[in-house]
């Protein structure tokens, strides 16, 4: 009976979670360890609900209790997430090898292995753990997210290769037209960053891309306008607005890159960029 009652406590206390009441969350998930004290899914839900408050320290010691009662590999899991976010990174890893000792084929495990890898700066680790949870369960995501990787390390035509047998969402379009880009490729780059914004036409990453390759490939005027629409936008982003006036500097179009310049310093005042190139054309440009 007391079981019963404790997972109809933390049933209602996951319901509780999901809508974002953490307080009254944790009030069910203490009853229902009142009622059954070795409930492992209750003590997981725990170590969630205090990770999300970025109280690890808190999170980790109830991931601990559940794996002393039952070993579970979504706890070793949800304890190396908690580690990771603790800057603890080895022992982020250790959890999460031994979430894949009791199940070799956990995929969640081999792609939070390869996040950290990634990280880390150790690419090459990083795709042999997103080619093992591939292999474990062949996912979408992680095929976006080996594809990724690629691209880090320069593999722009495997990516290419793999983003092309994927559905074609605004991510993948997105991440095409940056192969197509970084392959100097700016015709097919500008085609799929297109698509991208078809489906996704308010993204800030997207449309500043997209302006990006036209100024690279020599159509200043249509990157500019493309700024103008991210600010019509996003109309207090000041890094957009410095952005744009490094690009009218390149043009020699100084007194408006310093408008837009001074402008990105009024939301920012400490934004060294902006503050970096305002100095440039007081000094060099406008010499005394």
Known sequence: METNLSKELNNQGVESF??????KAKGLYFQALEENPE???TLNNLGLLYHQLKD?????????????????????????N???????????KENYFLALKID????????????????????????QYWEKAIQSNPKEEFYLGLSKVLMLNQEFEKALEILATLNSSAEVWFQIGKCEYHLRNH?????????????????LEIRRHFSLNYIT????????????????????????????GVILCSIS????????LKNALELNSEYPKARHYLNLIHTTVRKP
């Open 18 to 23: 999901i809508k974002g009441d953490s307080e």
């Open 39 to 41: 409930n492992t899914t």
């Open 56 to 80: 690890f320290d808190q999170a980790i010691d109830y991931f601990r209790k559940a794996i002393s009662i039952e070993e579970k590999p979504v706890f070793y899991l949800n304890s190396g």
């Open 82 to 92: 908690s580690f990771a976010m603790k800057g603890e990174l080895d022992r982020a």
């Open 104 to 127: 070799p084929n956990y995929a969640n495990a081999w792609v939070s292995l390869a996040k950290l890898k990634t990280h880390q700066n150790e690419i090459q680790d990083a795709i």
């Open 187 to 203: 015709g097919l780059a500008e085609n799929a960053y297109k698509k991208a914004l078809a489906k996704n036409p308010d993204n």
């Open 217 to 244: 490939s020599g159509q200043i005027e249509k990157g500019l306008e493309q700024y103008d629409l991210i600010l019509k936008i996003y109309p207090e982003n000041y890094q957009i607005m410095t952005e744009k």
């Open 253 to 260: 179009e100084f007194v408006e890159a310093e408008k837009w």
